[in-house]
């Protein structure tokens, strides 16, 4: 059974009778009825905090997170010149299909940084669908060969590191790709004008993306526990709906970021991408329309499918 | 190759339900499959497990790729039916 508590996810993320969703259990019991080889999977799932039980996260997360801080300074040093280039379509007139076109593109380019090595994900990846309870078992094994793939890259890339170290990479190229790409996309979607064209510097840029790629986390109860005013039986599993911090202020809005011990090592990066793509839309001499922003079937990520955009020279 | 019929792909949803999870010898459902009725998807209890064996054994016959929440999302046999003709018909065109 699953419980929804929509008024204070943070409680939900922040209680210790709460944990993650058993990720790998699931695909290994998978695996096993349906006769499938889904082992890179499981292990990448091994290597990834969000799907660790607190037991066992600690030196995952640690490892991700020394990764992150090490490339952290160069990044932030050219996320300027980043940004500029993979944004530089809403800077001159045209039609734009802004998902594959920009957003996608520019996602790539900052985790195959931050992971150190090309990573190489087409848009029609499914490698971070990996949370997904809904794929079917020919997607599942589609996922299983990508990972495959990632592996070998990262293994061609630091022939001399660690399964440790190799792992942490992994998650690096899996975890931020969808959440970022959902989150830029959603939040150009709810920022761009539908009926007329307007100039973008004059549009309601704020500190924080007004849109979450996360709408949700799910954590499972290991004990019976009270959240807000609701008992919650061990077993049950907890929605926490970080998608109601989009009516929230822009100070608030961090939150969308979780909270607890899985507080997202992405946060603040993501933040200073979004600063920095502020700063040039404020300053862009064009105006924009959105035409169409069809959402992705997707059960794990708010991510459109589709930016139709249309540029002009005011 | 040319796209099944109805009829076809609804042998195919029975067969697989029937092999993995013994529908036609369930008394509920059984009968009514049986006469070629309808029958809603609520009334056949399965876990997640064995639906997933179910939807491999129609990706793997119809060559397609079915995720959960598009089975879920169908109330009855006909429903499912139905969708993987439309998702057959979209590919052929």
């Known amino acids: ?314 | 190759m040319s796209t099944p019929t109805t009829a076809t792909i609804r042998r195919a949803v029975v067969a697989a339900f029937d092999e993995i999870a013994g529908l036609l010898s369930n008394p509920e459902v059984g009968p009514a499959l049986i006469r070629g009725d309808d029958v809603p998807l609520a009334g056949i209890e399965l876990d997640s497990l064995t639906r997933f064996e179910i939807i491999m054994r129609l990706e793997e016959e119809f060559a397609i790729e079915l995720d959960d929440d598009e089975v879920l999302a169908q109330t009855s046999v006909a429903g499912l039916v139905a969708h993987i003709g439309a998702r057959l018909a979209g590919r052929a065109a």
Not at chain 1, 59 to 77: E, F, M, N
Not at chain 1, 108 to 115: C, G, H, P
Not at chain 1, 257 to 272: I, M
């Open chain 1, 1 to 314: 059974m699953r419980v929804e508590i929509r008024d204070d996810p943070a409680d939900i993320l922040r209680s210790p009778a709460l944990d993650v969703a058993p990720y790998g259990a699931r695909h290994a019991a998978l695996a096993l009825r349906l006769g499938l080889d889904l082992s890179a999977t499981v292990d990448a799932l091994e290597h990834i905090p969000l799907a660790l039980d607190r037991a066992r996260h600690p030196p995952v997360r640690r490892a991700i997170a020394g990764l992150i801080a090490a490339a952290s300074p160069d990044i932030r040093a050219e996320l300027p010149a980043l940004v500029a280039r993979h944004f530089a379509p809403f800077l001159r007139s045209g039609h734009l299909e802004a998902m594959t076109g920009v957003v996608q593109p520019c996602v790539a380019d900052l985790l195959a940084r931050l992971a150190g090595f090309e990573i190489g994900l087409g848009p029609g990846t499914l490698v971070s669908r990996i949370f997904s309870q809904a794929l079917g078992p020919a997607r599942r094994r589609r996922m299983e060969d990508e990972i495959r793939e990632l592996r070998a890259r990262i293994a061609r890339a630091f022939p001399a590191t660690g399964e440790d170290e190799r792992g942490a990479r992994l998650a690096l190229a899996i975890l931020g790709h969808d959440a970022l790409t959902g989150t830029l996309g959603s939040s150009l979607a709810a920022l761009l004008p539908r009926d007329a064209p307007r100039p973008l510097a004059g549009l309601d840029w704020e500190a924080t993306p007004p849109r979450t790629g996360v709408p949700y986390i799910d954590r499972v109860a290991v004990a019976d526990v009270q959240i807000g005013s609701r008992p919650v039986d061990r077993g049950e599993t907890v929605r926490a709906r970080l998608d109601v911090y989009e009516h929230a202020p822009a100070a608030a809005r961090s939150a969308f970021f979780g909270a607890g011990t899985h507080l997202c090592l992405g946060r603040p990066l993501s933040l200073d991408l979004w600063a920095e793509l502020v700063r040039l839309m404020a300053a862009a001499p064009t105006a924009a329309r959105l035409l169409a922003a069809p959402m992705r079937h997707d059960d794990v990520f708010h991510i459109p499918e589709r930016l139709e955009v249309e540029v002009s020279l005011p």
